[in-house]
């Protein structure tokens, strides 16, 4: 079981592997120390969150009116700790840390400034989550309680983080908002850019396959089933023929809109209130209020 | 880095987020010390249901002839302890436990039952379980072995939860069951509903994004692709405009019939033995027997 | 809380559940003490080839130039050990090791010659995914960096997990690739089988739902959006009936084709260099060079 | 390698070492999910006792000002469930909990009636260890500040320890107090019987092979150095030859009492109020106050 | 907080560290992949010896007469491959592995009959580890039950790796058996040298600082208190003024003998049957059986 | 199972436990976020010493010629790091961090200082710690090998730490230094203040129950045995009868002297060179160089 016949190989690749040219621009020079947006943390981030929000259903359960105080100032405290470092990792990335201008000290200070605000966002957090709860429970026959859908349904997940990424996009803080949507994307197959705006008694169902694009507009009591799709439909290119980035190009979609499973959604429309889109259709153009759109017949 | 500035902010975002009425119909008074539905607990019971039908593939990497027999013998018990554990976190959950009529060790004598029903369910479902191995080892030509499939296809896992949850349900467990097929859910993309009724020797190709509605009938050989769903197409409504829950909703799919990726088949209609839908198509009517259902042709 | 009175039934259900007969084909004598695949160290295995590549994005986060060098050569020497362990599971697995002329050592030392061979692929494994990683970031819109794209975008786990599998398929090794690419599949919704042959510069967007099945060949500067299939038609079948392994039965993609979301290319048939298939159809004969596909019009 | 040539001796040697009969006095039938006393669990146990006692010593280093009420409340609830479990284990083990008029209800009702009782005295319990910190830091010049002490000296959790297990037996408690002394013992050397009688303002230097029995009797601003012993002399034997149990044996050692390191005091004698016992010598006669005892000349 | 200004001294540090030189005699070529003694391993390898000799008292808590034959066969397996493994890194250690005459497969399959040999020995050794138990209960009037001692006194885990040390010792296993006592030193203060030779029914009270040199030999029924040093008075010395290894140097205890608390024992004299030494006391002659010793009078 | 009758209990002892009056001069205000001493990160650092110092014997096994340079890269690193938090949370430790002059970057720039320094003297430490190891093969018959020293002598333990300590006390770390050497303690029963001054080729045999104090001298060529004191006599008092702390009281031990077991040297006295001190006896005045010192004759 020997393999030092193989240490030349192995020697070759390392000095391969080790050899800044072949990193090209993968390569940064980082500053030492320096925190990293860590998917650990923001994971335990997450938990946080949501045990705030749904206290008992997620995190400790050991939660009860007696605790609930204790548990809640220990947790809130923690959640501040977590996002400063996360939002000052986020900040970092990507800058010039050996710049000597560089201030890692009003760096800090910004984080914390923007975790203050993030954590005091969280109780009206919780009350548009509740709209969201309601609506899937209300909107789906096989839901037994509200308990249910918190404690099951992937989509009160992937909302959740939707919800929390979006916050943290408002509040200026790069890159750790969409690890945050990715990491619900990978758990629940809905995936949703942190920067759409969604109103409020949002609910999706299966979820599975569904893609809400970054300039997505959507109103109240909107209902979307697995594999929709709010889409760009073209770009418009640069010089270099690449789409030329920050251009409104996704769905406005209005209050009260249903869309069926695997119907696509493409291009700055908009789908007018209370529309009912179809299964597996592909729109590309403006829908009127109240209009219901289905597929072409099948044929035997 | 002092974080003291921020003391009043926090005490108030504590006090806001520990206020009883923020939480709403979220809030439940719960028994002291009651079990709870465990993510981790029910991954556990998950594993030693696999490690038990599949010894060898999953679970422990060490079982082999000499000691299947004391492997089995402490997983068996093991998986009794913690399905007793878990079956009761689910009969208690909703339960107002400061009843005064309310008794646990009633309800925990319960609990053990059905445990006791379920684990002898066992080595029946190991039959049913080959079957469906079987069927996707025979049905797809890139499959090398029955090992393979057992280790890799995402739809064992998926099937597995389902056959498991179902059996749970069956027995009159709550909650408990639709966690368990979420789970899959989340591993593999396939929503199967524990509710829905499935035959021997069935199949589900890649899978993700398929959709199987809580009262969906399947029979036997019965082949299902990626992005199927079978959902409900619309719910009768109660006074308060919700859809009424219970009401037999979703396909009947009889024996030998295949379904080809991203199909949805919605309502109580039934697709008729041996019948071939194509795929990305909206069906919403009986087929016949035999029949075979295709796409509106798309032109250039 | 005793549970002697099922003290019976327990050792009832043991006694089935170790019986041999009833583990029909699922029963193999194994190799006392033979390696096995096992997914904690094939994701510890993925973890190190994405660190190699990707370093200081996946892994440790202290890489940095100082000590790059020491990183990546403790990492390749873990490598190695780690996949020669892995590449001999997947040697070891459906052989008979109880056969006498059965030679585990010349089999590890196969293995090991594999392993180095593996090894010694990553820098031109790092080239390869830089290039994807440039095709994801020019194509969307949305990306704002490369370091987004590396440590966000789902699609390239699922690519690396796919070039990782194709080269141990190349190197001969079994059963092993397929599990890596199905950990990709549970991460990201992406399936991609390790036969398959896929160009550089090769983009997913979103990607949950695509299918890209095991013979299909694609060719550079492809692009697929979420839910697209590149699947089998139909399988000729052997005298059970069942299908026939091995024959080259899905797509060919030319260079610079766009495949939009949730479309079915079905069978062994061409999608000519630059061709544009719209989203949501179905896709079963050769399509021309430069040719746009689009879906029959929906209708109100 | 191969173990099969020795499955043989295996299963033969799992037949002896699963024989009741070779358990001897070893074997009891244990009531099913019984609890048991749990090193794990009393690990946790004393770090809890030890965090509520010294915060930001032990436990959680996050304590301060503003969030002490929080991990107060927590932990100690924390402490409430787990010492109600281990009481119940301790008070469980040697029951025949087969023996129908076994009432496991009135039992844990008793476990937390206890666990109740103990909890509340936490408060005294601080008190009375802040008086021997107070002793070892005034004691010792080598000790720069109180905090020094409870972090680094050995005897401050030798003595915490056995403070904890002599509340514990005092309230009934079989088993556990013996299992909590020894693990300090294993920790600092120091063994401290439960059933010792000891004041405040206890000091140890050192520490190491101090022993102090079982009915030893110790005042106030006693002070014991390194290798002390504090045993019985001689046991009254009953008819079989054995110790009778139960009697007092071990010395009394009164106030102000100073007793230098590897003295041996045996038997029920007095140590008088300021005594002084030098190193390394052995006493069996009673000591009178203020008395001054050193060991006889060394030779060259 | 950049530490780049140290990169000069950090990696003047490595350069010294790293260099072979410094190493001197620390410096052995190791064979790749080699088996080397692990702490951990053999922390795990004395769980399972214990947990087998005293089932129900270590290891799993879940051992009941239903189940003890599942946990026996599972144990024992683990335990004969953990000690060939850990049986192999003893005869590997000190071996020049590069040699081109070394032969790992003989040296494997040597291991493995030594460990065969080890594990069919338990059932013997859990014969005699009842007597050290009984030898205890009896002898100490605090004891409470024989599960007492079994659970709490450190004699019983320091004389169990004695046992199971000298086992292997006997069996021509080098290093691994002074690990192995060292472990137990290190938990419990006693230090039993592995090439001792112990009778039956032997108890040790306390035990801190008990040292029993390597060529000591103990009879039956003999109990030594804490500090009790068996050690060599002087050694023979080679031409280089160093100690000659291997001569009996250390006493010869005989049966029914009781040594008190801290006296030395020096030298390859003899302690008749029956006699009793006094605490604290030197001892370099012969003592007659049924003699007492006790130290010279202290003095006020 | 309910606790709620207990509820009020709870709430009256957490209110007790979090009254900082209780805390007395427990308590003290902390900086939040400030670095604390921490033993999980000590016995980090401790490890990381020990495997720079003694590479294959400590921390990986899987270092080797090969690879050492990588090992020690990355150790190096990691040590520096943690040396300068553990440092800077010994700086903090009894600062008034609240003070407005207080500056955390210039107290942690500091502590870089130092841990630089004390990473740059680690190859003089193992030119150190290798005299230790020779002192100790030599002079033990029992030894096979210096392998078996390093890895099984529980002084070897001990004097590493104690040497690791040492240094840190004079580069002007509080607190740390003594954390670690009752680390080893309570690892080994053997306790040197980290003040001491111990010279080259320093050994300990068994060791349990050594103490040797603050400000004790060592020569060079010392050997000690089990329970050995290097002790104060007495301490001039100040003016509140408590001892003066920061005298030199304890031995001077001139080089090759031998200390047998359990022997107590008192005061500032001196042990000439190469006198030799017999076991169990008291020593309170200087010792001639040459001497032999042995206990009055025990009596039958």
Known sequence: MSSYKYAEELKE?????????SLEELHRQRYKGESLPSEKQLSEFI????????????????????????????????LFELSAKQILAGLLFGRDTC??????RSLYELAEQ???????????????LSTDVTAMYNGDPAAQSKAEVILCYPAIRAISNYRIAHKLLSLGVPLIP??????????????????????????????T??????????????????????????????????PIKGIARHPIIEDDVIIYSNATILG??????????GGNIWVTENVQPGERLVQAKAKP
């Open 99 to 104: 710049d000597k201008d560089f201030d890692l």
């Open 114 to 128: 923007k975790a203050i605000d993030f954590v005091s966002y969280l109780p009206e957090m919780r009350r548009i």
């Open 268 to 277: 700055r429309i908009t789908i007018g209130k209370g529309a009912v889109i």
């Open 13 to 21: 690749t390392v000095k391969k592997l080790s050899d800044f040219l």
């Open 209 to 242: 396959g569904v893609v809400i694009g970054a300039t997505s507009i959507i109103g109240n009591r909107v209902k979307l089933y697995q594999g929709v799709t709010l889409g760009a439909r073209s770009f418009p290119l640069d010089e270099n023929n690449n």
């Open 47 to 78: 938990t946080l969150c949501r045990s705030l929000i749904f206290p008992g259903f997620y995190g400790s359960p050991d939660v009860c009116d007696e605790n609930l105080l204790y548990h809640t100032g220990i947790n809130t405290e923690k």
């Open 178 to 207: 969409r690890i945050i949507t990715e990491m619900a994307h990978s758990e629940t197959g809905i995936d949703i850019h942190p920067g759409a705006t969604i109103g409020e008694y949002f609910a999706i169902d299966h979820g």
